[in-house]
């Protein structure tokens, strides 16, 4: 799933895509509205790509999770956030069926489905959006298979002095956007 510059904003309402870096923060854009705003290095920001939910056994990506709404709700708009908390507990069992529930909170569990609605509405939830990277295998130099991960839309190689991550700079004051820990809901 191409999302891996989707971005929350602490003390913000709705989801934004990263699309520059500035000297002093980011350029960001509102995932329905397109809208474009600056916001400062002190900004609490997580990358919905480090998210995970809790189950008993593991811990679940974000987009897999994203993905088993899709596939129960055809690929449509799920229940509001503002359900009741029955039907909101409800939809995270269909969603996520061994989920840890006392460590994912009501809480949670209402951000996960307005997140999924503002995605879906800004075009972010198609059967596409899931698909995984296919792998070839090709014969290597010593006549050893080697597999290769292809993905859809071609991407520039990293350069090699630098990380392949986002280009997220992120002062004392803000969360670490680019860490490789993972942020988990609950």
């Given at each position: 799933m191409l999302l891996e510059k989707i971005i929350s904003i602490s003390g913000k309402p709705g989801l934004y895509k990263?699309?520059?870096?500035?000297?002093?923060?980011?350029?960001?854009?509102?995932?329905?509205?397109?809208?474009?705003?600056?916001?400062?290095?002190?900004?609490?920001?997580?990358?919905?790509?480090?998210?995970?939910?809790?189950?008993?056994d593991k811990e679940v990506p974000l987009f897999e999770v994203f993905e088993n709404i899709a596939k129960n709700n055809d690929y449509?708009?799920?229940?509001?956030?503002?359900?009741?908390?029955?039907?909101?507990?409800?939809?995270?069992?269909?969603?996520?069926?061994?989920?840890?529930?006392?460590r994912v909170y009501f809480s949670d569990i209402k951000k996960l489905a307005q997140w999924y609605n503002i995605l879906h509405k800004a075009g972010y939830i198609t059967p596409?959006?899931?698909?995984?990277?296919?792998?070839?295998?090709?014969?290597g130099e010593a006549g050893e298979e080697v597999s290769i991960e292809k993905d859809a839309p071609k991407k520039a190689a990293p350069k090699a002095d630098k990380p392949a991550t986002p280009k997220v700079k992120a002062s004392t004051g803000a969360k670490a956007?680019?860490?490789?820990?993972?942020?988990?809901?609950?």
């Open positions: 990263l699309v520059s870096q500035l000297k002093n923060g980011f350029i960001i854009e509102e995932v329905t509205t397109r809208k474009k705003v600056s916001i400062g290095n002190s900004s609490q920001v997580s990358l919905l790509d480090n998210i995970a939910m809790f189950t008993f449509k708009e799920t229940i509001s956030h503002k359900s009741t908390e029955d039907e909101l507990r409800e939809f995270m069992t269909a969603s996520l069926p061994n989920y840890d529930t006392d596409e959006s899931f698909v995984k990277a296919e792998a070839e295998t090709v014969e956007a680019t860490k490789s820990t993972h942020r988990k809901m609950g």
